[in-house]
């Protein structure tokens, strides 16, 4: 089993930006892939970036160019560098491991930390 724990969500004014991390914890060999995911009130959790255990990432349309994943498989975290944040990008992130590709998640997901977008 795995366990992910994320940290670094909160409030934030439009254009600011928040750092988020996923610390990751026992069968560390099964994590993989890891990405984080988002899923505002009323919709569907969709991805925002993942990034593989050798490095590789993919950024969807979502909030590419306005973040950054990478992660510290040395440490057994990933983060997500949030930029340039939008009222929209309000959601619940959740980080994901175990994935066998880049687009589809894996077993493991976290508790998932808040984010919202507000002057």
């Known amino acids: 089993q795995v366990q992910l724990v994320e940290s670094g969500g909160g409030l934030v004014e439009p254009g600011g930006s928040l750092r988020l991390t996923c610390a990751a914890s026992g069968s560390i060999f099964n994590l993989r892939t890891m990405g984080w995911y988002r899923q505002a009130p009323g919709k569907q959790r969709e991805l925002v970036a993942s990034v593989s255990n050798s490095g590789p990432t993919l950024y969807t349309d979502s909030m590419k160019d306005r973040c950054t994943i990478s992660r510290d498989n040395a440490k057994n975290t990933m983060y997500l560098q949030l930029d340039s944040l939008k009222p929209e990008d309000t959601a619940v992130y959740y980080c994901?491991?175990?994935?066998?590709?880049?687009?589809?998640?894996?077993?493991?997901w976290g508790q998932g930390t808040q984010v919202t977008v507000s002057s």
């Open positions: 994901n491991a175990g994935a066998h590709q880049m687009w589809s998640p894996g077993a493991y």
